[in-house]
């Protein structure tokens, strides 16, 4: 597992769908497929300026930056410690990045990136907690997906194969491959 690093939580930026296949820049890892298309922030800093130029298949370079509706997109926390109370929430996220998805943020912007969340409960915190989670998983990839799955394998599988990036709370096994450090502790 890795540590704790300096993002609080997972930072998420859509690359446009008219632009072709790409190459991820420095600091980032991407996650593209039949649906969404999203860099995945590892050690970019001071995003709140940030700008790339990122190499596409189609019209050239794309520029990335931070103040426009694709720009970078802050997932859930995955700090926690157990929860103290039935009904707290240890999040993990399924996110995607879509031209079709409009979300107004309190900034004003229109995010074109969705994060969803699956918790557990306190109530679930036991030995027995890995085999809950992995449940809420597949339900929540399901409603995502428009299908049921028999198993988190896939589910998994079909997320990657959509697009989509998948991080469960810390102290779970469950993360994206390849999420570099970021929050997935």
């Known amino acids: 597992m890795a540590l704790e690093t300096t993002f609080a939580v ?6 446009p769908s008219g632009y072709g296949t790409f190459t991820s820049p420095a600091g980032t890892f991407v996650v593209t497929g039949s649906i969404s298309r999203l860099l995945v922030n590892n050690t970019r800093t001071n995003l709140a300026n940030d700008s790339m130029t990122i190499t596409t298949q189609f019209d050239g370079p794309y520029v990335a930056n931070s103040g426009t509706i694709t720009g970078w997109w802050p997932g859930s926390t995955t700090f926690a410690n157990v929860p103290a109370d039935p009904g707290d929430i240890l999040q993990g996220i399924i996110a995607g990045g879509n031209d079709e998805y409009e979300n107004t943020s309190s900034d004003g912007r229109t995010s074109r990136v969705s994060c969803w969340g699956f918790a ?4 679930a915190e036991s030995a027995n907690n890995q085999p809950d989670l992995d449940i809420e998983f597949r339900s929540l990839a399901g409603n995502i997906l428009g299908t049921t799955y ?18 469960y709370p810390m102290g779970f096994l469950g993360q994206s491959p390849n999420t570099g450090e970021g929050s997935d502790v």
Do not use: D, P
């Open 120 to 123: 557990i409960t306190a109530s």
């Open 150 to 167: 028999a198993n988190v394998n896939l589910a998994k599988t079909a997320l990657r194969n959509a697009g989509y990036y998948y991080q």
């Open 10 to 15: 997972r930072q998420f930026y859509n690359i």
